[in-house]
């Protein structure tokens, strides 16, 4: 199998690299986090700007037609610079949602602002109850003349407090864990009786908890066909997977040097720390987990357009899997050999850690994902 990029994909990788290394350094970071929305919109126009907010798309859509390769090109780059600006929420999850599940009507109108960084959108599914469950949707939406009204409560909804539309999953029929029955709206996030209550999360992304009460949207709000809504948001969150997989390996990456970096400048008994056979044994070991990490990365990459549900599926689970253990590996080690100062607040290593923690929990955690792989019958096969 041919793992070289193309020339198109090394002119991303170059061009995304050098702008992570140039404009989101540590105290960069530190500044776009304090800004009111918790990342800066100065690099997110930066980024409509090179095009990374359209790479996802078909060029009929106005996009550029870009596949999993070049999504995960640009996570394992925002990864390393610990990005805070909602591009996973908006182009990855939603950005997929409607290119996968909108109508001609509802990609024109809305894909065009999303590309040229206008549009900010959120993904509305989890629930109080549901934890990894997608199926699990109580919030329910009921026809009422020519529209829909939606109730519920919405949970950990990532950058909802600076979406300007949600993607909300609504049941329309069944029971709470029903399979059929979910159907997909969109929701102008300043609409009446959708309320917003924002937090920062710990590695410093923002969130929001969503009510809706009595929200009315019109029927062209219905993303694809009524109560077939899974298999299109179980397609996605792969997708969704695979882009944290590659998040995770340059968060790994880059915590690897800085640990690696401070083996050789800090000293001990009159000596680097790293001079130490057993430090440097440990140091090896990271590099191992994060090489281990890639590895499994490219493999979800590879499957992330596999048309068998239940193989990719399988497939992914597998690779978040190993990037929990390896991104739990990495971030303890990079602490431990940090000492004290790993944790301090000034000490970038413990936000790389930090990192690592909530994307090993995003969409289901290692424990989650090693019982749907058992489930699922076990590792894929070679063949």
């Known amino acids: 199998m041919n793992f070289d990029l193309s020339d198109e994909q090394r002119m991303l990788k170059d061009s995304v690299d050098r702008l992570i290394a140039e404009q989101y350094d540590f105290e960069s970071r530190k500044t776009y986090a304090a800004q ?9 126009a930066q980024f409509a700007e090179m095009g990374l907010l359209a790479l996802p798309f078909s060029e009929e859509d106005g996009g550029f037609g870009g596949g999993p390769v070049e999504t995960m090109l640009v ?5 390393r610079g610990l990005v805070l600006e909602p591009y996973l929420s908006t182009v990855v999850v939603c950005g997929n949602l409607l290119r996968l599940g909108a109508s001609a009507a509802q990609r024109a109108d809305l894909i065009p602002s999303i590309s040229d960084g206008g549009l900010l959108m959120a993904f509305a599914h989890g629930e109080t109850q549901s934890r990894f469950d997608l199926a699990d949707v109580a919030t329910t939406a009921r026809k009422e003349g020519d529209g829909w009204l939606l109730n519920g409560a919405k949970r950990h909804v990532l950058h909802g407090d600076s979406a300007d539309w949600l993607i909300v999953s609504a049941r329309v029929s069944g029971d709470r864990r029903d399979r059929d029955g979910i159907a997909l709206f969109l929701v102008d996030a300043k609409a009446v009786g959708v309320a917003r209550r924002s937090y920062t999360v710990q590695n410093g ?37 695979t882009a944290i997989c590659t998040e995770a390996v340059g968060a790994m990456e880059k915590a690897t040097e800085i640990t690696v970096e401070y083996l050789k400048v800090r000293k001990q008994f009159g000596v680097t720390i790293g001079s130490f056979q057993a430090l440097q044994h440990r140091a090896v070991d990271m590099l191992v987990a994060v090489e281990q990490a890639r590895s499994m990365a490219m493999f979800a990459t590879m499957m992330a357009d596999e048309k068998d549900a239940v193989e990719r599926s399988r497939s992914i689970s597998a690779a978040k899997v190993q990037i929990g253990k390896s991104a739990r590996f990495v971030g303890t080690q990079a602490i431990q050999l940090h000492g004290g100062i790993g944790v301090t607040e000034e000490c970038n290593v413990g936000h790389y850690y930090r990192h690592l923690t909530v ?11 090693l019982s749907a792989l058992a489930l699922a019958g076990g590792l894929p096969s070679a063949a």
Not at 359 to 369: A, K, M, P, S
């Open 75 to 79: 996570m394992e780059a925002f990864g």
């Open 205 to 241: 992304w923002r969130a929001a908890d969503v009510d809706l009460c009595n929200v009315r949207v019109p029927s062209t709000a219905l993303i694809g066909t009524t109560a077939e809504a899974l298999p299109l948001i179980e397609r996605v969150v792969d997708i969704a997977l």
């Open 36 to 44: 009111p929305d918790g990342w800066s919109r100065k690099r997110w």
């Open 359 to 369: 994307l090993e929990i995003l969409f289901g955690d290692t424990h989650h994902h």
